[in-house]
């Protein structure tokens, strides 16, 4: 079993900075790509940014130049940096772990979620 948890979220003024973690827990073996979404109330969930175990990085328009996605492969941890946040920004957000093999589940990869973390922006 695969448990993703994150922490960092929390209350900020505009212009602040927040930084989330996400420690990916289990007897896993590679973990393809990791990545944030999130979800603002009465809006559907979205991705925000995500990396590969490789390195390569994508992110929504909206926070490009402002967040910044990373990984450390060998802890299965995500971080995401996030300055100059706006209100807009505010949301639950959920770590993502797809492409998840495990040394109990050779040959199957499996997409796993945290539990989120609130995120609030305050103008």
């Known amino acids: 079993q695969v448990q993703l948890v994150e922490s960092g979220g929390g209350l900020v003024q505009a212009g602040g900075s927040l930084r989330l973690s996400c420690v990916a827990s289990?007897?896993?073996?590679?973990?393809?790509?990791m990545a944030w979404y999130r979800q603002a109330p009465g809006r559907q969930r979205e991705l925000v940014a995500e990396i590969t175990s490789d390195g390569i990085t994508n992110y929504i328009d909206s926070v490009k130049g402002r967040f910044t996605i990373s990984r450390d492969n060998a802890k299965n941890t995500v971080i995401l940096q996030m300055n100059s946040l706006k209100p807009e920004d505010t949301a639950a957000y959920y770590c993502?772990?797809?492409?998840?093999?495990?040394?109990?589940?050779?040959?199957?990869?499996?997409?796993?979620w945290g539990q989120g973390t609130q995120v609030t922006v305050s103008s």
């Open positions: 993502n772990a797809d492409g998840v093999i495990t040394y109990t589940t050779l040959g199957l990869a499996l997409s796993y």
């Open positions: 289990g007897r896993i073996f590679k973990i393809n790509a």
